[in-house]
């Protein structure tokens, strides 16, 4: 899997989704590889949209289409400033990657030096589901430079908050320490999603 993140400030909130919409309704149907998305705005109009295809290949692909290219430029018309583009090879799947039964997700962008420890951690979830069955799955996705994007699907944000006040035992907490040094966390209260 291959998954680019795409985040830039947008206060046009309605027009911005109605564009992904449109996307889905008139671009979407001709990119191949293409598999779904996770997209909301954070409290104070940030933009995140984390968008999966079956391969690098496929996205590059859609990126070069016609129709694609007339479309992002309308959607770039739309953000109140420059928007950053994150391409990810390195993708681990937890519990499935997540769910459009998600009613909050958050987003969380940081860097590691050791990414084989962080996917380690991720691909452990016996113990997690256990401490926070809240958590209906996430998808990781760490650059060449260990700069990571994590994606965490929630049943619901009052939940979420309960979780966070869990004591995990001391390695798993060295380990969330040891991710999470530094990073920065991005609540969408209200994502959406899109899949084929």
Same mark, same amino acid.
């Given at each position: 899997?291959?998954?680019?993140?795409?985040?830039?400030?947008?206060?046009?909130?309605?027009?911005?989704?109605? &564009?992904?919409?449109?996307?889905?309704? !008139?671009? $979407?149907?001709?990119?191949?590889?293409?598999?779904?998305?996770?997209?909301?705005?954070?409290?104070?109009? &940030?933009?995140?949209?984390?968008?999966?295809?079956?391969?690098? %290949?496929?996205?590059?692909?859609?990126?070069?289409? #016609?129709?694609?290219?007339?479309?992002? !430029?309308? @959607? @770039?018309?739309? @953000?109140? $400033?420059?928007?950053?583009?994150?391409?990810?090879?390195?993708?681990?799947? @937890?519990?499935?990657?997540?769910? /459009?039964?998600?009613?909050?997700?958050?987003?969380?962008?940081? =860097?590691?030096? /050791? #990414?084989?420890? +962080? =996917?380690?951690? &991720?691909?452990?979830?016996?113990? +997690?589901?256990? +401490?926070?069955?809240?958590?209906?799955?996430?998808?990781?996705?760490?650059?060449?430079? $260990?700069?990571?994007?994590?994606?965490?699907?929630?049943?619901?944000? !009052?939940?979420?908050?309960?979780? %966070?006040?869990?004591? #995990?035992?001391? /390695?798993?907490?060295?380990?969330?320490?040891?991710?999470? =040094?530094?990073?920065?966390?991005? /609540?969408?209260?209200?994502?959406?999603?899109?899949?084929?």
């Amino acid at each position: 899997m291959f998954i680019q993140i795409i985040q830039g400030k947008c206060r046009r909130q309605d027009e911005l989704r109605a &564009m992904a919409q449109r996307w889905v309704d !008139e671009v $979407g149907s001709g990119a191949s590889g293409w598999l779904g998305g996770t997209y909301g705005f954070t409290d104070d109009d &940030m933009f995140i949209g984390v968008v999966r295809f079956e391969s690098r %290949e496929t996205a590059m692909a859609n990126s070069n289409r #016609p129709e694609q290219g007339a479309w992002a !430029e309308q @959607m @770039m018309a739309l @953000m109140d $400033g420059p928007v950053e583009y994150h391409d990810c090879d390195d993708v681990t799947l @937890m519990m499935e990657g997540g769910s /459009d039964q998600a009613g909050f997700v958050q987003v969380i962008r940081g =860097k590691v030096d /050791d #990414p084989a420890r +962080l =996917k380690a951690m &991720m691909a452990d979830t016996t113990l +997690l589901h256990e +401490l926070r069955p809240d958590i209906l799955g996430a998808t990781l996705a760490i650059e060449p430079d $260990g700069t990571f994007t994590e994606t965490v699907a929630f049943t619901d944000e !009052e939940s979420a908050r309960r979780g %966070e006040q869990v004591q #995990p035992p001391a /390695d798993v907490m060295a380990d969330l320490d040891y991710a999470m =040094k530094d990073a920065t966390f991005y /609540d969408l209260h209200h994502p959406w999603f899109q899949h084929r």
